[in-house]
């Protein structure tokens, strides 16, 4: 938006009574460049004070590393099963569709996955084209190893993962309830896909 000069932004200017119309008019060309300057200087220090009050004022972004396996848990995996290459697969909470003992089987939603890469190309493969299920042992939070299938499901646009067999024994032996929070690792031993569920 242009401004018009006023007087006192010509109280620096020293006039020669000597000056031609013309003079002046570079005169009060000049002073107009100086404020425009002027203006422009001071519109980028409000801009640049604007944006570090804004940065002040933002919160500072906050990642929570997930809880790791417990150390006990972890130790009996390596030392008694040989196990190795750890990776969470899910950490959910428990519906009642987890514990209902009429559906007897534990949903792992793709959409809930912390990561895809447990399975190797070959278990990927499978899953996809096979109605079987890979053969798996699970280890429980009671440290006791059962046998499971592990299946892929497509329902509609949802695609997931899900444990059966077992899945009732498992539940009653460790207690599992609605609102529980638990955990599901997978482990290699020698190369074959095994699962560790933590309740936490």
């Known amino acids: ?34 404020k425009s300057q002027q203006r422009s200087s001071m519109q980028e220090k409000n801009e640049l004070k604007r944006k570090h009050q804004n940065s002040k004022n933002k919160r500072p972004i906050v990642s929570y590393p997930l809880p790791l396996l417990p150390q006990s848990f972890k130790q009996h995996i390596v030392e008694k099963l040989g196990g190795s290459d750890f990776v969470l697969v899910i950490q959910k909470k428990l519906f009642f569709s987890d514990v209902n003992p009429q559906a007897s089987r534990f949903l792992i939603p793709f959409s809930q996955l912390k990561s895809h890469e447990f399975l190797n190309d070959s278990e990927v493969k499978y899953l996809k084209t096979k109605k079987d299920a890979i053969k798996a042992r699970l280890l429980e939070p009671s440290m006791k190893e059962t046998e499971i299938n592990f ?48 309740k936490l």
Request: glycine share 2%.
């Open 1 to 34: 938006m242009l401004e018009l000069l006023r007087l006192e932004d010509f109280k620096d200017t020293n006039v020669d009574p000597k000056w031609s119309a013309f003079d002046y008019l570079l005169e009060v060309t000049r002073v107009d460049q100086e």
């Open 151 to 198: 299946n892929k499901w497509v329902m509609g646009n949802s695609s997931m993962y899900v444990i059966t067999t077992s899945w009732n024994s498992i539940v009653k032996n460790n207690q599992l309830e609605v609102d529980n929070i638990v955990q599901l690792w997978s482990f290699r031993v020698n190369s074959t896909l095994c699962f560790a569920l933590q």
